[in-house]
């Protein structure tokens, strides 16, 4: 396993935008595929947005789609959540994953998941 680093978390007002960055060791090895997940506050964790090594594939939450895109470069080992029209709802701890299950039945961790610390997420109204 490898250490991951979220940043770009922050506060800002409804209808904002933030773009989330990780990077670490493993983040890119071939064939990983990675992913966003956030927690609020006496909620469960939440798969946000997923893809795959290529970045052929993506899936988002129903509740973050048409809003949120990730992204990957793989040349410079981070991965990328960008958020745009954002709520109150939004408001969570998000953390980037790897090694996750990731297909259009839902965004999981899986076995041999690691994560990053977190990186805070505030939306005011």
């Known amino acids: 396993q490898g250490q991951l680093v979220e940043s770009g978390g922050g506060s800002v007002q409804a209808g904002g935008s933030l773009r989330l960055s990780c990077t670490g060791s493993g983040l890119t090895s071939d064939g990983t595929t990675v992913g966003w997940f956030r927690q609020a506050p006496e909620k469960e964790r939440e798969g946000v947005a997923c893809?795959?090594?290529?970045?052929?594939?993506?899936y988002y939450g129903d509740s973050v789609k048409e809003r949120f895109a990730i992204s990957r470069d793989n040349v410079d080992n981070t991965l990328y959540l960008q958020m745009h029209s954002l709520t109150p709802d939004d408001t969570a701890m998000y953390y980037c994953?790897?090694?996750?299950?990731?297909?259009?039945?839902?965004?999981?961790?899986?076995?041999?998941?690691?994560w990053g610390q977190g990186t805070q997420v505030t939306v005011s109204s």
């Open positions: 994953a790897v090694n996750i299950a990731c297909s259009s039945i839902g965004i999981y961790p899986a076995d041999f998941t690691y």
């Open positions: 893809i795959n090594w290529s970045g052929q594939r993506q």
